[in-house]
């Protein structure tokens, strides 16, 4: 079974500039969450869908992210303009949504604000 | 505002022996602990979990214990290898919630 997979791996930036981040969910898995990794800080969940729902965006800086999960499957995450304080690898997991611990993360997308 | 706190950063333990790694919690409302183990350029994986109803919790090489009343857990990995040298975060739920709360993460390493 193929895991979550996510692009870019690393990305490199200027501050103001924008970026966006692609996330493949593991097939048939109907929840899809987005988190912030700040070295040093646990993940923290940034918005989680369910298809192609919003459920929770509670912590999601709306005046410079946003986030989209079209059909249901794939999702991007875009950062628009960038914060020096936005360097952080961005996780993206997935669940069937049969409890906490079938969430599957993917590798991350590692971004770097200069 | 920390809700789950690991206080050492970092934990090194010889090769062989236990290592025990800790977590307290601030928010009485969690019912539900989770271990997440992360290797470098790799994204946490699912290691052991608790409900609040139990107190200790077994699998293989890991047990995780529970104290409701401290707000204390801790995972024991008996006997350490080689390949548990990773970053461990431990992390709570709420009831009928599948909000995850991370903590900030031991890093532990494993000397031979």
């Known amino acids: 079974e193929a895991g979550v997979a996510q692009s870019p791996r690393y990305k490199i930036i200027e501050k103001r500039q924008s970026v966006a981040f692609w996330c493949n969910p593991i097939s048939g898995h109907a929840t899809l969450y987005w988190y912030q990794q700040i070295l040093g800080q646990g993940p923290k969940l940034l918005i989680q869908?369910?298809?192609?729902?919003?459920?929770?965006d509670s912590q999601l800086p709306k005046d410079r992210f946003s986030a989209e999960r079209l059909k249901g499957v794939d999702s991007t995450l875009k950062i628009q303009p960038a914060k020096l304080e936005d360097s952080a690898v961005y996780l993206c997991?997935?669940?069937?949504?049969?409890?906490?611990?079938?969430?599957?993360f993917g590798p991350g997308t590692r971004l770097l604000v200069l | 505002d920390q809700q789950v706190k690991q206080n050492s950063p970092s934990l090194s333990v010889q090769e062989g022996r236990i290592s025990i790694l800790n977590c307290d919690y601030t928010?009485?409302?969690?019912?539900?602990f989770l271990w997440y183990k992360k290797y470098p350029a790799e994204g946490p994986t699912f290691l052991i979990s608790i409900s609040s109803i139990k107190d200790k919790n077994e699998d293989g090489r890991f047990t995780v214990f529970l104290n409701k009343s401290a707000k204390h857990l801790s995972l024991h990995i008996v006997p350490s290898q080689p390949g548990d040298s990773a970053v461990y975060f431990c992390a709570a739920s709420g009831i009928g919630d599948d909000k995850i709360i991370f903590g900030k993460g031991t890093r532990l390493h494993i000397l031979p």
């Open positions: 928010n009485s409302m969690f019912d539900y």
């Open positions: 869908f369910q298809n192609n729902g919003v459920v929770d």
């Open positions: 997991a997935s669940s069937q949504g049969a409890g906490v611990e079938t969430q599957y």
